[in-house]
């Protein structure tokens, strides 16, 4: 039962750096979704894909990109890292929440020097 | 704009104590709520969730109420066990939107 699968699971980059997180389900989902987890402030939403073909702005976009590669696979990519992107970033999917649900991966600890 | 706010934590307790976390929302409309939980080392996972005022929601001994009158969705269970030590959230889903916000997360440590 994988699930939600999110590589690579810890990263450290240098300021300036760029790097691509990857996240695949293999539930056939059709939302995925970006968060970034940070102290005290909980999840936030980076970005989201309701559907293949489709990604939307979350709360906090700035500094990230993102691409649904197809229905299975949404990569989150910083172009240019800097420390405030240090956090632990989680993918997640559902079945278009209709019943609230959400799925979420392990998590993916990037810092930023 | 729709927003969670839930009680800061941490909250420390002794095992076969009763525990509230407090969680309250602003939302336009009629949102659905959720509690998801967070073990260490990984990610969330919904606990329980209530889709409709007065609907109440339940797993794991924990429960939680609907309340529109107070805008209030309380996480509740009557004795926890030290495996119940976790980072709680409280969320609600704005269909309109098709996405959840999370509130800022509730540690949980219970003592043996």
């Known amino acids: 039962n994988a699930g939600v699968t999110q590589t690579p699971k810890f990263q450290v980059l240098k300021t300036g750096q760029s790097m691509t997180l990857q996240c695949a389900q293999d539930m056939n989902h059709n939302s995925m979704y970006w968060y970034r987890q940070d102290p005290g402030m909980g999840l936030r939403l980076i970005y989201y894909s309701a559907s293949e073909g489709t990604t939307d702005k979350g709360e906090v976009p700035n500094g990230y990109n993102v691409s649904r590669l197809n229905k299975r696979e949404f990569s989150l990519r910083l172009e240019s890292a800097a420390p405030s992107q240090t956090s632990v970033y989680f993918c997640?999917?559902?079945?278009?929440?209709?019943?609230?649900?959400?799925?979420f991966g392990e998590g993916s600890r990037l810092t930023v020097l | 704009g729709n927003s969670v706010t839930q009680m800061e934590g941490p909250v420390t307790l002794s095992e076969e104590a009763f525990l509230t976390i407090n969680c309250t929302y602003t939302a336009t409309g009629y949102p659905s709520l959720f509690w998801y939980v967070q073990y260490p080392g990984e990610g969330l996972q919904l606990l329980l969730k209530?889709?409709?005022?007065?609907d109440k929601g339940s797993n794991k001994g924990f429960e939680a109420t609907y309340r529109k009158e107070t805008t209030s969705f309380h996480l509740e269970k009557g004795s926890v066990q030290v495996s119940d030590s976790a980072v709680y959230f409280c969320a609600l889903l704005y269909s309109s939107a098709s996405k959840i916000i999370f509130g800022s997360g509730t540690r949980l440590s219970i003592r043996p």
């Open positions: 209530a889709t409709k005022a007065d």
């Open positions: 997640a999917s559902s079945d278009g929440l209709t019943g609230g649900e959400l799925f």
